[in-house]
């Protein structure tokens, strides 16, 4: 059922409550997003949207013009910062919503395939928060949606949209390479008829077009970005397989919640079953663009650690597969999965935002990541006062970012570390200057000999949340050699 039918007979009321449910959740996000602590690569993607380039070591560049667009409209509070998140989740879910009613119209897929993404912890998170993960899954769907007009209506020119879309896509996170690759299989095995087209040709020239600017902030670089991603599969360790086997299929049991991540599996299965044997185009579609990552991902998973969150460009294919299973057995566990996916999620959001449940906090996610950080900024400025220094660093680019965040305006905050000199930011004054540096007690003794000429260890401090420890840094006084290129001052909200 498309937007355009609201008011046919039959569909105008369950429509209407669908969208009043997701106008609720919209507004309880926006509010979840105001109220949670900025994360640290939170507040390192704010330092990125002050520095605007086309392309950083870690990632493309569209989380950094997110923030920018969402501060200039709201400021930079954390509300600010995650303006676009929710924003995106809810337009996706509806783009999403469309493209399985168009893919399996005969099973009324829509509301099914929108309601199980949304449960998820994947989506919930990133509707909340803002990583690359955000404008990947939203430009991920919207790619989606092109595709399932290009299946469904066979009019060409969709195939531009899902060009640029794609290209948007891989301006926000590499792992939306599995999205050509996806495209590439589905046209080989159901949609050979395209290949003598130009349309599908056409669409590939604006995802170039859109993603060259990515392109030449590598070359301009030393590929640094492109090495930095290719380089983790250069640690390989087939003694820890089946821990990282384990810790992958752990990960997806939290993040998707069980019983989604149980029928996404089936949906992909029966996904590829049915485009292997029938070469139906949207069920091939489907498995075309949740298995290839699925496989890569567990082979990878085979020699080295799979973060949690780099499989969630599955999950949008995957939830219209799941909503298109028809089997009984299968069709009585999507009520309860979905409540238990936003059960899950609304602890989560409680934790995050209250700190509701009196956890340990070294299994606390929420504390480990977001508490405590304006305390500590304030700790640490009153070192510097103390101490007379002239600026106050830090060497992990998270610290620093909080840090950078959270210190009064007029405080000098610099950022040390390599990744610091690829960044249009004002270098760093440090040639004779006494400054206060932090550093997690976990890192152990500095060791820079070229940028400090004395390093005192002066105290240690501790960030917390209620009275408890969640993390201690030592503070030490230090006196700059040098001014180095690997340092920057960083702006400030």
């Known amino acids: 059922m498309e937007l355009r039918r609201l008011g046919d007979p039959g569909v105008a009321r369950p429509l209407k409550f669908a969208l009043a449910a997701l106008a609720g959740l919209t507004a309880l996000r926006l509010l979840v997003a105001a109220m949670v602590p900025l994360s640290p690569d939170e507040a390192y993607y704010f330092m990125w949207s002050r520095a605007l380039a086309a392309g950083y070591l870690d990632h493309p560049p569209m989380v950094a013009l997110w923030i920018r667009a969402g501060t200039a409209v709201a400021g930079s509070s954390a509300f600010g910062i995650r303006l676009l998140a929710p924003l995106a989740a809810a337009l996706g879910s509806v783009l999403l919503w469309q493209a399985a009613e168009r893919l399996l119209p005969a099973r009324q897929a829509g509301s099914c395939a929108a309601a199980l993404l949304n449960a998820t912890l994947i989506l919930g998170a990133g509707a909340t928060t803002l990583t ?3 404008p990947l899954l ?51 095995a159901a949609g050979r008829s395209w290949l003598v087209q130009p349309w599908p040709w056409l669409g590939g020239l604006l995802c170039l077009a ?44 939290g993040l998707v919640t069980p019983l989604v991540l149980v029928l996404c599996g089936a949906g992909i299965a029966i996904a590829a079953r049915r485009g292997w044997h029938g070469r139906d185009p949207a069920w091939t579609l489907l498995a075309a663009l949740s298995l290839p990552p699925v496989l890569v991902f567990v082979e990878h998973a085979m020699g080295d650690r799979v973060q949690g969150n780099w499989p969630a460009i599955v999950y949008p294919a995957a939830a219209i597969a799941a909503a298109g299973l ?13 409540a238990l996916g936003f059960a899950i999620t609304a602890v989560v959001y409680i934790q995050a935002a209250f700190a509701a449940f009196p956890l340990p906090i070294r299994y606390d996610v929420t504390a480990l990541q977001l508490d405590g950080w304006p305390g500590l900024a304030a700790q640490v400025d009153a070192v510097r006062q103390r101490e007379h220094a002239g600026f106050v660093a830090a060497d992990q680019y998270g610290v620093a970012s909080e840090l950078g965040y959270w210190l009064p305006a007029h405080v000098t905050a610099v950022a040390a570390g390599g990744r610091w000199r690829l960044f249009d930011l004002p270098r760093a004054s440090l040639a004779g200057r006494t400054g206060i540096l932090v550093r997690s007690t976990r890192r152990g003794p500095i ?5 400090w000429e004395k390093a005192e260890l002066i105290g240690t401090i501790a960030r917390q949340r209620d009275g408890m420890t969640i993390e ?12 180095p290129p690997e340092s920057a001052v960083l702006p400030r909200p």
């Open 138 to 188: 939203f430009f991920w769907v919207c790619a989606l949606w092109a595709l399932a007009h290009v299946v469904t209506g066979r009019r060409p020119a969709w195939w531009l949209a899902v060009g640029v879309f794609t290209g948007l896509a891989l301006d926000s996170k590499y792992t939306a390479a599995f999205l050509p690759i996806g495209i590439a299989v589905w046209l080989l």
């Open 447 to 451: 060791k820079d000999t070229q940028t």
């Open 132 to 134: 690359p993960d955000t």
């Open 210 to 253: 859109t993603t060259a600017p990515v392109v030449w902030w590598n070359a301009a670089h030393g590929w640094v970005s492109f090495a930095k991603q290719g380089g983790r599969i250069d640690h390989i360790q087939w003694h820890r397989a089946a821990q990282y086997l384990l810790e992958l299929i752990g990960g997806q049991l």
């Open 472 to 483: 201690r840094y030592d503070l030490y006084r230090v006196v700059g050699i040098v001014d």
């Open 326 to 338: 028809t089997a009984p057995r299968w069709q009585r566990l999507v009520r309860p999965a979905v």
